[in-house]
């Protein structure tokens, strides 16, 4: 029999030093954790050894022995594929099915009748596996799990749902070996601790593979006429369709589904020629015309993709030649990624192309450059105590086999994310479950989980089991509504919401069409196409996203640095820089920058922390309401990565603001703390909790199912916990999230300390600078008050209708 | 609280987001949504049980504050089907002096018949005088309608960039909208028009709201 070298061989392959190593290691017994980018043969690396060692057993027994995760659907066609390919040719008995949320009913019952040898699923399709009755006995010959783009999952919720899955087959596969495959992150160890959890048999493998990554910036011919704000860079596009023809491929990477929708029109909009040869990629397009459009990229039948984030990862598209990367990319990491899917030919260097989409997004384009040759790459901060993920985790426990408290607590305990999970706080989870409550109450009709007789937790309401394995999977979305012409054809999915904001006749453009909404029937829109020119672009919820900490610290550095003054892209901002140092000045390293001016929308003050979007989100709030503290006031807060903006319909006075020395270090965390309840900045956080935890079914479009009287937004949720219970754990997780993960507790006090040491400069300006413009243009706001809601609505008017509309 | 006045007869709105008919001696709450937070238990979703108890707490102030002789439902009293909170509800009517009228409302699936058992009158609208009293928002000629089911609200604007979200009692050409009466129950937004009377509630104040 061959074994994999002999494969390799044959196919005209040397394997890399690192796939020797993990097939070694593997063959050994150990744990481990693969550091590769995506197209470097990491899939061979992992299954070569699982394979190696099927080969030695004469007859295999009917059961999953291994389990491949993977964060993506679309990869996991692509793995199933690959390692069925190598596995057949070498033991042609030997079967790997794919189970995602695509997988047919029928299939899946196939699956169970006759297991396969191996098993590409993803995070969510393991949890429905792990709902079933009999899953000790399906599981029982499995060897090995790995879990593929782990850094895509690691931070998520998702990678805390892989956490308690992995702790819990342990419980019962003693033996089980826990691989994870990711790219190179920041917290390399703590990445590789929270996957293989606390062993010590584990091996961690580098694949030493370095490209050349170029960046080039896009810059205008004029920068007089360079737009101070905006988002959508449409400004650069001849400039882009120059690029387009230079190149055989490219890929334009957008950071939202709107951007993306708005780019391909007028692309194709300013050169026709490009029908046929263009086409769009994101994740509300139907899964059929993606897969198309992947194909048609493999297979270099088209010129142009415009896409999301939704190209990221795996899938190896060899004929991109050209990235070009439009808006921020908000990260080392992610940009080094994209840059990545151009250029997969052996020893081809990547070369991605930098749109800044405002100003300030050029210096920004300095601050990737170095980022990328210093090779700092950001970390994944982990979440701690997602008291929602570990319920509906429980849950799933319950539908299918039960649990028993007593044996689950120390398994859960021993995942990084639940490591302080105490009995008190345990009991409280229990009771949720059980009472839907901590006390006993009088008349309660409260129904979830049953305690029985052996004091096993399960649920034996067919009602209450269906609902959640309907909702179960953390990834959380507005529900989504299929668009679908009237004579049939899908084309892909959009948000409630959006479409809620429609009228019939309106049209709106989607897929790259304009369509008009004919009406909406039984979560479907039924629209027809539309000759007319003017639409509505959808707009897709979860379009925000930080600097990472790194990024953020370049930033800085890049405005700083002498050296780069000589850059194309400093040059090109020397109007700006001008006209920011007339209004203002241009912050050094022992600065603190403060403006103040007056608009017809108010007085606005900005800060100029450079800390990320993150830190500025919770330093606005916290800011406010130290002010807030002096006399009852209203705020309206924006912020972006270089800063952030207080903005009021009164002034506060700049003696006030720094005799008071309100940017103190001292009491901090407490002040913090009281921020977020007053601002409800948590708010936006519980809405991911309510799904999670099972408090809002949200149902399914494909699965219509009765869920009368039941539905209830989260924002309701929210109001009634912050009234009546406080202290329910959920609310708390709400409070907590926001407090460690929005805004990296420890980087706070950084950012305070280096305040300390700098001196504060306040400048009061006759009109907004060019740094202050994207944000008091930004209408994505909080707010903060200490005035009462009554004194508040005396100032305030009612917009009114005009007639005719 | 904030009187208005609709054909010479009075109105109290109330910051409870009750309504008081002056002359009638009579109440008038929309969308009390009763046994809301015990339906939504008995399917496994944990809210808490506290939040129904605001709706006694509630009518009992404003039983004390006002002479009631009568109160009217405008809809939607109960949320689903019955469970516990109707036997709270039923011992607290044989406590009531007041008598009541429930206008159906689409939430109403219990039966009329459970309904009069205990002393309520049901009614699919309910006329006196030159007012019509209905759940669903409806265009009458000759009278003036009190109805309840949007739960309506708006949205304010201030200098500042400043929006709030308020429930409010929405005041038409011939029409009043209350308020829903219910906790849990959350808001509908309804643009206001030139001639359009808004009050807002905070649960503390009522306030009439100009329009630009």
Redesign the interface.
Same mark, same amino acid.
């Given at each position: 029999m061959t074994t994999v070298r002999q494969w390799f061989k044959a196919q005209g392959w040397t394997p890399q030093p690192f796939q020797k190593d993990c097939w070694k290691a593997y063959g050994e017994g150990q744990n481990g954790m693969l550091h590769a980018p995506t197209g470097s043969g990491k899939t061979f690396a992992l299954w070569g050894g699982i394979v190696q060692e099927a080969l030695k057993v004469k007859k295999h027994p009917a059961g999953i022995q291994a389990l491949w995760i993977t964060p993506l659907r679309a990869l996991a066609v692509e793995i199933q594929q690959a390692t069925q390919r190598i596995t057949t040719e070498l033991h042609p008995d030997l079967n790997i099915a794919l189970r995602t949320g695509d997988t047919s009913q029928s299939e899946r019952a196939k699956q169970k009748r006759k297991p396969s040898f191996g098993l590409v699923t993803t995070p969510e399709s393991l949890n429905v596996l792990l709902s079933t009755k009999d899953h000790p006995k399906s599981f029982q010959h499995l060897k090995v799990i790995v879990v593929d783009e782990w850094h895509e999952l690691l931070g998520t919720k998702r990678g805390v749902q892989m956490e308690l899955a992995i702790a819990y087959l342990r419980s019962f596969l003693p033996e089980l070996r826990v691989w994870g495959i990711s790219a190179t992150l920041g917290n390399k160890y703590l990445a590789r601790e929270i996957l293989l959890g606390p062993i010590e048999n584990y091996v961690t493998v580098n694949a030493q593979i370095k490209k050349k990554i170029k960046v080039k910036s896009i810059l205008p011919k004029n920068m007089e006429s360079f737009p101070w704000r905006g988002h959508l860079g449409i400004h650069l596009l001849p400039q882009v369709l120059k690029l387009v023809q230079k190149y055989k491929t490219t890929l334009i990477f957008t950071n939202t589904r709107a951007q993306c929708e708005i780019w391909f029109h007028r692309l194709l909009e300013s050169d026709p020629n490009l029908a046929g040869n263009i086409a769009m990629h994101h994740g509300s397009i139907d899964k059929k015309i993606r897969l198309w459009v992947e194909d048609a990229l493999r297979e270099e039948q088209l010129k142009v993709v415009v896409c999301t984030s939704s190209l990221d990862l795996g899938v190896d598209f060899s004929p991109v030649e050209n990235c070009v990367q439009i808006g921020s990319p908000k990260g080392v990491g992610r940009f080094i990624q994209r840059a990545g899917r151009s250029g997969h030919r052996p020893k081809a260097g990547s070369t991605i192309h930098f749109l800044p989409t405002h100003a300030m997004e050029l210096i920004e384009s300095v601050a990737l450059q170095r980022g990328i040759e210093q090779q700092q790459i950001e970390d994944r901060i982990p979440f701690l105590n997602s008291y929602d993920v570990l319920l509906q985790f429980l849950m799933t426990l319950a539908v299918g086999k039960g649990f028993q408290p007593k044996e689950l607590f120390p398994i859960i305990q021993n995942t990084f994310c639940f490591q302080t999970l105490d009995e008190e706080r345990w009991q409280w989870l229990l009771n949720?479950l059980v009472k839907?409550?901590q006390s006993l109450?009088h008349?309660?009709?409260?129904?979830?989980v049953n305690i029985l007789e052996d004091g096993t937790l399960k649920v034996l309401?067919k009602?209450?089991a269906m609902?959640h394995r309907l909702s179960m999977g953390t990834i959380v979305s507005d529900a989504d509504l299929k668009v679908r012409y009237q004579k049939g054809g899908y084309l892909g999915a959009v948000e409630e919401w959006f479409v809620a904001k429609l009228k019939p006749g309106d049209v709106f453009t989607f897929s790259g069409r304009n369509l008009e909404l004919i009406r909406m029937h039984n979560m479907e829109v039924i629209v027809r196409k539309s000759k007319s020119k003017k639409s509505r672009i959808p707009a897709w919820m979860g379009g925000r996203m930080s600097f990472s900490a790194h990024l953020s610290d370049l930033l800085k550095k890049a405005l700083f640095n002498q050296r780069n003054q000589d850059t194309p892209e400093f040059k090109a901002l020397e109007p700006v820089f001008y006209q920011q140092q007339r209004e203002s000045i241009i912050p050094q390293p022992h600065q603190f920058l403060i403006e103040r001016f007056q608009t017809r929308?108010?007085?606005h003050t900005v800060f100029y922390p450079f800390g990320g979007y993150a830190i500025h989100e919770a330093m606005a709030s916290l800011m406010a309401y130290r002010i807030s503290l002096l006399s009852p006031i209203?705020?309206?807060m924006s912020f972006n990565d270089y800063g952030f903006e207080l903005?009021?319909?009164q002034p506060f006075a700049k003696d006030d603001f720094l005799d008071n020395n309100l940017l103190t270090l001292n009491h901090l965390n407490e002040d913090l703390e009281k921020s977020i309840n007053v601002s409800e900045m948590a708010r936006r956080r519980f809405r991911d909790i309510a799904v999670i935890s099972?408090?809002v079914?949200q149902g399914f479009p494909s699965k219509p199912i009765k869920a009368?009287?039941?539905q209830?937004?989260s &924002? #309701?949720?929210y109001d009634?916990?912050k009234?009546?219970?406080p202290d329910?754990l959920l609310y708390q997780q709400a409070l907590e999230e926001t407090f460690d993960h929005g805004m990296e507790r420890g980087r706070m006090t950084q950012v305070f300390e280096n305040i300390a040491s700098q001196e504060i400069v306040w400048r009061d300006c006759s009109q907004p600078t060019p740094f202050s413009f994207p944000l008091i243009t930004d209408r994505i706001?909080s707010?903060l008050s200490s005035e009462s809601?009554?004194d508040?609505?005396?100032?305030?008017?009612? &917009? #009114?209708?005009k007639?005719g509309q | 609280m904030k009187r208005i006045e609709i054909n010479e007869n009075h109105f109290d709105l109330h910051p409870s987001s009750a309504a008081f008919w002056v002359e009638k001696k009579t109440l008038l709450l929309a969308d009390v949504h009763l046994g809301?937070v015990?339906?939504?238990?008995?399917?496994?979703?944990?809210?808490?049980?506290?939040?129904e108890g605001a709706f006694y707490e509630k009518i009992t102030l404003l039983l004390n504050e006002f002479e009631v002789e009568r109160i009217l439902f405008l809809g939607d009293l109960f949320?689903?089907f019955q469970?516990?909170e109707w036997?709270?509800f039923s011992a607290w009517v044989k406590q009531q002096k007041a008598a009541m009228i429930l206008v159906e409302g689409n939430?109403d699936i219990i039966p009329a018949s459970q309904f009069e058992q205990i002393g309520l009158q049901v009614v699919d609208h309910f006329l006196e005088e030159a007012f019509y009293f209905s759940h669903f928002p409806t265009e009458k000629e000759e009278n003036f309608i009190f109805c309840g089911h949007l739960h309506p609200g708006?949205?304010?604007?201030?200098?500042?960039?400043?929006?709030?979200k308020?429930p409010c009692f929405f005041q038409s050409q011939n029409q009043l909208i209350l308020p829903a009466f219910g906790?849990?129950?959350?808001l509908h937004l309804l643009?206001?028009?030139?001639g359009?009377h808004?009050y807002?509630t905070?649960g503390?104040?009522v306030?009439e709201?100009?329009?630009?």
């Open positions: 949720f839907g409550s109450e008349y309660d009709e409260y129904k979830k309401n009602g209450i609902r929308e108010g007085y209203t705020f309206s903005l009021s319909d099972g408090l079914f009368k009287h039941l209830s937004g &924002q #309701l949720f009634v916990f009234d009546y219970e329910n706001r707010k809601v009554e508040r609505i005396k100032k305030m008017y009612l &917009q #009114l209708e007639a | 809301k015990a339906h939504f238990r008995k399917n496994g979703i944990a809210v808490p049980r506290k939040a949320h689903s469970n516990n036997h709270l939430h708006v949205k304010l604007k201030g200098a500042g960039l400043q929006q709030l308020m906790a849990f129950t959350g643009s206001p028009k030139a359009d808004v807002v905070t503390k104040e306030m709201i100009e329009g630009i």
